[in-house]
């Protein structure tokens, strides 16, 4: 596609460009349209939607952003892979009678004809060349392919990256790819490499659950550890101890942040890797859209809409605090306010906030990196984790010098971070007046839509988790038969459950007067709080979750 003066004329006026960014971005692109709007994406002049719809009015066709979408899989496969990438398309989803497509040339008639003879009718829309391309990589990717792949490795090779060469044999490239490419097709946030007596297993961790994806030869665990192991620029060569590391997965679209650490075991060294980010069906970062409980959704708005405080999200790794957290930056987001992040690594990229990322080998601590930032003149501080007493005395320091201040804490439920933050030996005097409010979440299975299925309960069930009266009529519960969309487990997807803890006057004083857990849990089921569960439970009987769900991810006092 050539680039007109007509483009760049539209460019200019939707993003308020000047001549001279313009002609710095047409000097590196040439006349390719394409490489243009690459080249005003990368600089940050404008952002991809915006490039995208600009691009789009010029074909006469609306835009899709690829990496915000959701694809239907049988869909997906109702073109091959190879003519995908002939005719630069792909199918997306159906809805009605009608697919939806997406294409880098919308105008090709040719090409359109053709898609049409295959699919019939089809809802055809415009689509950036790097999006189709990062789509049309992961969603051809199979497990049979990526199978095949391990078979065909070359165990040589892990002589030569044992001697220090860093290999490019294709065939191991290929492979470890392969594996990670599947990974963020079906929505995983971690990878398992596990070797045993005599084969290697690898399981996804999906949905918050581990499933065992293949089983390969027990030497493609060696090759297959030390390739991710030299992506992550670690000692390969040493097995003895426990390493870290970090991969900068680069795809078409995006980068993606993948997490390293490896641990010797009897039958060798495991790995888990962490896939932080995904490419397509990009996170709402929008608090309304989350399926938060109307009773907490109130309080944690009143204590996010405060001028200052310190408003902590807690739970275990995975549940998506960072996810909530931003979607409360995003609810106060405001022009005339500064929003500074602290994280490690930087989760959402957000162009109206300032973003540092924490890197310990060179001293950017949480620690330092606060102190600093404090010096920045911010109205909004994000601290990624409190991860030790310092950094938490910092944050309420900072939440007492009129900052709002907002992190993350480990803790089982939201009441226990207040005598986290005592065990972490900050003073109770300012615990008390710098926190605002703290809240807990879990993320169970979402019954899968596909094959849900009503089934009646029965009085021993319930009465296990409910306050059950005789006179009272069984309510319609619903569990997922399990099919082919949801890989048989009858879950697809997660839902938020969530408790809160606001801190009035009277928690203040129990806290100054270092009152024990018992009392702080009495006083607050004395004005309002309920536990996580209570909330779960509740989304049972909506039909969203089951109660095995929410008895597997919450504790109960």
């Known amino acids: 596609m050539l680039l007109t003066d007509k483009l760049v004329a539209d460019f200019r006026e939707r ?74 398309a792909i199918p997306i989803y159906k809805l009605g009678e009608a697919i939806t497509l997406a294409t880098v040339h919308p105008e090709d008639i040719m090409a359109s004809n053709e ?44 002589e030569k990256m044992e001697e220090g060469v860093r290999s490019d044999q294709q065939s191991v490239v290929h492979a470890s790819d392969a594996l990670i490419m599947l990974a963020l097709k079906e929505g995983v946030s971690d990878i398992h490499i596990e070797p045993k007596a005599n084969r ?65 075991t009897i039958h060798g060294e495991t790995m888990v890797m962490r896939l932080l980010g995904s490419l397509f069906g990009g996170v709402e970062l929008n608090l309304d859209e989350m399926g938060i409980s109307a009773q907490v959704l109130d309080r944690f708005k009143a204590a996010l809409k405060r001028p200052n405080g310190l408003v902590l999200v807690t739970g275990p790794t995975g549940s998506g605090k960072s996810t909530t957290l931003y979607a409360g930056l995003n609810y106060i987001d405001k022009p005339d ?35 600093a930032a404090l010096r920045q003149d ?34 089982n439920n939201a009441l226990q971070a207040l005598t986290r933050l005592l065990d972490m030996g900050v003073e109770s005097y300012v615990i008390a007046p710098a926190l605002a409010g703290v809240l807990a979440q879990r993320l169970p299975r979402k019954i899968c839509e596909h094959c849900k299925a009503a089934y009646q309960s029965t009085e021993d069930e319930l009465k296990l988790y409910f306050h059950w009266a005789e006179d009272v009529n069984l309510p319609t519960l619903y569990r997922g038969k399990g099919c082919e969309k949801c890989d048989g ?52 009987l909506q039909g969203l979750t089951t109660i095995e769900e929410v008895v597997r991810v919450t504790s109960t006092d």
């Open 337 to 371: 306010i500064k929003i500074m992040t602290i994280e490690d690594p930087v989760e959402y990229e957000m162009p109206n906030f300032t973003q540092s990322q924490v890197n310990v080998k060179v001293g950017r601590t949480f620690e330092s990196v606060l102190r």
């Open 200 to 264: 290697c297993v690898v399981r996804f961790r999906v949905d918050g659950a581990l499933a065992e994806r293949m089983v390969l030869d027990i030497n493609i665990s060696h090759t297959l550890i030390s390739r991710y192991k030299v992506l992550a620029q670690m000692d390969i060569s040493e097995r003895r101890k426990p390493q870290d590391g970090r991969i900068n997965f680069k795809t078409p679209i995006k980068q993606i942040d993948i997490r390293v650490n490896t641990l010797p």
């Open 115 to 158: 898609i049409r003879d295959r699919l019939g009718e089809v809802d055809i829309l415009f689509t950036l060349p790097d999006e189709l391309a990062a789509a049309i990589s992961v969603q051809y990717e199979s497990r049979s392919h990526v199978d095949g792949l391990f078979k065909g490795l070359d165990f040589s090779v892990l």
């Open 489 to 540: 487990s009858g879950y697809k997807g997660r839902i938020g459950i969530h408790e809160f803890v606001e801190i009035d006057l009277g928690l203040r004083e129990l806290i100054i007067q270092n009152a024990g857990y018992a009392e702080l849990r009495d006083y607050a089921f004395g004005h309002g709080y309920r536990e996580m569960r209570y909330d779960g439970f509740i989304k049972v």
């Open 378 to 411: 911010p109205d909004v501080l994000l601290i990624g984790e409190t991860r030790d007493a310092e950094t938490a005395r910092i944050a309420a320091e900072a939440a007492l010098t009129g900052h709002l201040v907002m992190s993350t804490l480990h803790t």
């Open 15 to 88: 993003g308020g460009l000047c001549d001279e960014d313009l002609a710095s971005a047409r000097s590196e692109a040439g006349q390719n349209a394409f490489d243009f709007a690459v080249c005003l994406i990368r600089q940050g002049m404008m952002s991809r939607d915006e490039v995208g719809m600009v691009m789009g009015d010029s074909l006469g066709c609306a835009y899709m952003n690829l990496e915000k979408t959701l694809f239907q899989q049988d869909i997906v496969k109702m073109l091959p892979h190879r003519d995908a990438e002939r005719l630069e």
